[in-house]
T-cell receptor, first 112, second 114 residues
Framework: DSGVTQTPKHLITATGQRVTLRCSPR?????VYWYQQSLDQGLQFLIQ???????AKGNILERFSAQQFPDLHSELNLSSLELGDSALYFC???????????FGPGTRLTVL | AQSVTQPDIHITVSEGASLELRCNYS??????LFWYVQSPGQGLQLLLK??????LVQGIKGFEAEFKRSQSSFNLRKPSVHWSDAAEYFC????????????FGTGTRLKVLA
């Protein structure tokens, strides 16, 4: 158990819908990262937050957004969902902005 | 551009045999290097990491990895594989200049024969 929690574990929704994925980092960690894992793209870095501020952006679509709240939990919002958005979404956390990342169990999103 | 290559998509070994998973990276500066393992339906678990110092690093579950700067490699090894080691293994490089982010390899899926 890494100490990073993600909810929900599974999410099934329809095209065009919007969903919110939630991540709670390890106690004391200030940095949160979001990744997408799909069969064709592998593990892709989406975005990083550090202590409430956006720190780095990766291959995140404009339809996707994230935020980190004062209690340091983070949410990833995915809107106008497409079939191709079906994937595993992982959250990771680290103590500082450049420390080792510890991964949560992931949320499996299925878009029908 | 930075990249990580894991040349072997699938590897099959017999239980008790030794294992080496290859990882090569392309990065201009001194990298931070990691190996993660992912069991089916699970998240990624950190096996070991290299930041600096001794180029042979020990990790959990009996794994070790050796950083070879001249070969831009960070291969993962285990002297005797157990059936429970069957999983997917990911090598990652953390970029230490500019934006700090992880770049993952495409993974190596390990199958262990009884």
């Amino acid at each position: 158990d890494s100490g990073v929690t993600q909810t929900p574990k599974h999410l099934i929704t329809a095209t065009g819908q919007r969903v919110t994925l939630r991540c709670s980092p390890r106690s004391g960690d200030l940095s949160v990262y979001w990744y997408q894992q799909s069969l064709d793209q592998g593990l892709q870095f989406l975005i990083q937050y550090y202590n409430g501020e956006e720190r780095a952006k990766g291959n995140i679509l404009e339809r996707f957004s994230a935020q980190q709240f004062p209690d340091l939990h983070s949410e990833l919002n995915l809107s106008s969902l497409e079939l191709g958005d079906s994937a595993l979404y992982f959250c990771a956390s680290s103590g500082g902005a450049t420390d080792t990342q510890y991964f949560g169990p992931g949320t499996r999103l299925t878009v029908l | 551009a930075q990249s990580v290559t894991q040349p072997d998509i699938h590897i099959t070994v017999s239980e008790g045999a030794s294992l080496e998973l290859r990882c090569n990276y392309s990065y201009g500066a001194t990298p931070y290097l990691f190996w993660y393992v992912q069991s089916p339906g699970q998240g990624l678990q950190l096996l070991l990491k290299y930041f600096s110092g001794d180029t042979l690093v020990q990790g959990i579950k009996g794994f070790e990895a050796e950083f070879k700067r001249s070969q831009s490699s960070f291969n993962l090894r285990k002297p005797s594989v157990h059936w429970s080691d069957a999983a997917e293994y990911f090598c990652a490089v953390a970029t230490t200049s500019g934006t700090y982010k992880y770049i993952f390899g495409t993974g190596t899926r390990l199958k262990v024969l009884a």
